[in-house]
C-alpha cells in the first residue's frame, strides 16, 4: 500500500506519517486515572475537535487512552502533527493533575503508540473493539453510558 508523503519519525517506538490517511493511537497511564481526571482527558481531548482534526472516537479507560482520527490541514496547507495533539492535551491535563494532587509526575508516559490504519475492516475492528473496551473492561454495562466514551456523531 502506498501512502501520499509517506515519512518516518522515531522516538522510543517508530511514528508513521502520511497525508490523508486515519490514524489510531493509543497511550498508557503510569498509574490509573481517577474520573475527575479521565473527564479532563476526554475534554482535553476533544477540545481540537473540527479544528486540527476529524476525531471518530475517544476511549478513555484508567489504565489507557485510544482514539482513531483524521488529521486536517493548518493554514500553511500541511498537516498538523497528530503528536502535537496528543501530546498537548496530555500535557495540559497533567499540569492540572499535578496542581490538584501534589504528584510530582504526570499521569501518562512521555511517548503514545500511533499507527495507520489500512483499510476499512482494520478501522472497524478498532473502532468496535474501542467502543466495547468500557463494557470489556467491565467498567459499565453499557458502553454508550460510560462517561470516558467519546464516538463521533454520523448522519
Not at 10 to 22: Q, S
Not at 27 to 42: D, M, P, Q, Y
Not at 132 to 155: H, I, K, M, N, T
Amino acid at each position: 500500500m502506498a501512502f501520499k508523503n509517506f515519512s518516518i519519525w522515531r522516538g522510543r517506538l517508530p511514528h508513521w506519517r502520511a497525508d490523508d490517511v486515519t490514524y489510531y493511537v493509543t497511550f498508557k497511564h503510569s498509574r490509573a486515572l481517577a474520573e475527575w481526571e479521565r473527564e479532563l482527558l476526554v475534554r482535553a481531548l476533544t477540545r481540537p475537535e473540527g479544528s486540527k482534526w476529524d476525531l471518530l472516537v475517544l476511549c478513555v479507560l484508567p489504565e489507557r487512552t485510544e482514539l482513531i482520527f483524521t488529521v486536517r490541514d493548518s493554514p500553511s496547507g500541511q498537516p498538523y502533527e497528530l503528536s502535537g495533539i496528543v501530546e498537548k492535551a496530555k500535557s495540559k491535563v497533567g499540569k492540572a493533575i499535578l496542581k490538584k494532587t501534589e504528584e510530582r509526575f504526570p499521569p501518562f508516559y512521555g511517548e503514545s503508540y500511533d499507527r495507520i490504519i489500512r483499510d476499512e475492516v482494520e478501522l472497524e475492528e478498532r473502532l468496535h473493539t474501542i467502543y466495547r473496551s468500557p463494557e470489556d473492561e467491565e467498567l459499565c454495562e453499557d458502553a454508550s453510558q460510560y462517561a470516558g466514551l467519546w464516538v463521533r456523531e454520523f448522519e
